[in-house]
């Protein structure tokens, strides 16, 4: 059986030409034109990045390798006895394209475990935190400790071939990943529980590992499962993947690149909506003394919250148009396994109340809910109540799909990214020479 590295590898010398071969023969060929409307609104809808790992369909939504998430879940390998699949045979996917065998997807898990120990002076730097500190800015900052660890880094100034790049930048990915747990799961035990962990449990799966890490019973170990691999990747575009893609693009290693990707994610139009949501229930939650509100006391909140010129959490997207999969994914779960959790029953009633309020406000494009609006009543329900922490879950998730774009960037030659700006003036004559032509026609 070939080894995930070598599969890899096989499939690096097959993708190859087909860059070259565009580069070549393409090169000048238009993809895209943008307007000035792109230009100010950040870009929406550019077609300006490159990545085979996954595509974001405004409709239909994500897919990983050409696979919808029904599809990841129902094929992925799964550990005996559970219904969610390996995150390991995710990664195996992500990096090669293919769906690994249940051997393969174990042979994964054993590269994991191998690769967990986290140095002694990464958990001194967590300790120095002030425990008022952002859980995501300790994460963070622990990703970047790790720097020095960079095989990547040291083969560079050694002096490394370029066809090298994606073997180094490998070893990295595959090193951070593995440490991700134990990082987060430390951060945890620091910030609320004083101190108590377990320890690591070398046999167990990643996520399986960080249920046991964090000290909760089943099924939170599927709760990980599921959380991970909806999280991993949403194409190219989004800030924390391109975040990751831009960083790495000067050559800045995986940790670096990372650790740039998780301060992207930190925002609350993006990652922190997920804490973002818990902390706004919280408040409906305090103003109605505990009970489930009605129908029409939950649309006078949402439109109170409106009125104060903010928006609601966990809803609208930049690219898609219906409600997100991942949502659904999250939605059938929580059906499932906690229906009668009273902060299940208000995001309920939010998904029945606020679509049709942000259609009459007539601003949102898209006035559905994201995976952000589901995330935390489930870490909630399982005992995970500190939702500064959310936000954290969602970055190991996401570190696994901007790991394997990174390697595919280095394995494919992809060079600094580095686009044109101009200024208001340049606009300005450029919409004013448009017009001119317009009226003169
Ligand atoms: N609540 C209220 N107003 C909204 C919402 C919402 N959920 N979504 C969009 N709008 C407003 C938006 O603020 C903008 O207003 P203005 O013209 O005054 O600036 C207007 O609608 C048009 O925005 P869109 O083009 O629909 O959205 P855009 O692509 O700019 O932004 C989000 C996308 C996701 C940032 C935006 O929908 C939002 O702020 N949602 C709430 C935060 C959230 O859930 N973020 C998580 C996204 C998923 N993730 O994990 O990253
Ligand atoms: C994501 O998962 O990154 C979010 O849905 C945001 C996006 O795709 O823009």
Redo the contacts with the bound molecule.
């Keep these: 059986m070939a080894t995930l590295k070598e599969r890899l590898y096989e499939k690096i010398q097959l993708h190859r030409p087909r860059i070259e071969k565009l580069m070549k023969n393409s090169a000048d060929v238009v993809v895209d034109e943008i307007t000035i409307g792109q230009v100010i609104g950040g870009m929406r809808g550019v077609k300006s990045l490159i990545t085979d790992i996954s595509y974001?369909d405004p409709e239909e939504g994500i897919r990983y390798r050409g696979y919808t998430l029904e599809e990841v879940f129902e094929k992925l390998p799964k550990p005996k006895g559970k219904e969610m699949p390996l995150v390991e045979g995710l990664i195996f996917l992500l990096l090669t394209g293919d769906i690994p065998t249940q051997e393969e997807a174990y042979e994964v898990v054993d590269e994991i475990a191998k690769r967990r120990i986290l140095p002694r002076y990464v958990y001194e730097v967590i300790d120095s935190f002030p425990s008022c500190s952002h859980p995501m800015t300790i994460f963070s900052s622990a990703i970047m400790t790790l720097q020095r660890e960079s095989f990547f880094a040291k083969k560079y100034a050694a002096g490394m071939n370029k066809m090298e790049y994606w073997d180094a930048t490998y070893e990295d990915a595959l090193n951070l990943i593995a440490k991700l747990p134990e990082i987060a799961s430390y951060i945890y035990s620091k910030l609320y529980r004083e101190g108590q962990r377990n320890y690591s449990n070398p046999s167990l799966d990643m996520a399986g590992n960080f249920a046991h890490l964090m000290n909760i019973s089943e099924p939170y170990d599927e709760v990980a499962r599921l959380h991970f691999i909806i999280h991993a990747d949403?194409e190219s575009?989004?800030v924390?993947?391109h975040t990751g893609h831009l960083v790495a693009s000067t050559l800045s290693d995986i940790y670096l690149s990372i650790a740039s990707m998780v301060n992207g994610l930190a925002g609350p139009l993006?990652g922190l909506a997920n804490q973002e949501v818990l902390r706004w229930l919280q408040e409906i939650h305090d103003k109605m003394g505990g009970k489930v509100p009605t129908e029409e006391e939950m649309k006078q909140y949402v439109w109170d919250t409106l009125n104060a010129g903010q928006v609601i959490p966990g809803y609208g997207?930049?690219?898609l148009r219906k409600t997100d999969p991942r949502y659904f994914i999250q939605r059938e779960f929580s059906l499932k396994n906690l229906s009668d959790d009273p902060l299940f029953k208000y995001v309920d009633l939010l998904y029945k109340v606020v679509p049709p309020i942000l259609k009459e406000q007539g601003k949102a494009k898209n006035p559905w809910p994201?995976?952000d609006a589901q995330t935390g009543v489930i870490q909630w329900h399982y005992g995970v109540k500190e939702y500064d922490f959310y936000t954290v879950l969602f970055g190991i998730g996401r570190a696994i799909g901007i790991c394997a774009n990174i390697v595919w960037d280095r394995a494919l030659g992809f060079p600094l990214e580095r686009p044109k700006s101009v200024t208001t003036d340049m606009l300005e004559a450029i919409a004013n020479a448009t017009n001119v032509r317009k009226s003169s026609k």
Excluded: E, Y
Aim: hydrophobic share 40%; no cysteine; aromatic share 0%.
């Design positions: 974001l949403h575009g989004n924390s993947a993006h997207h930049a690219v994201n995976l």
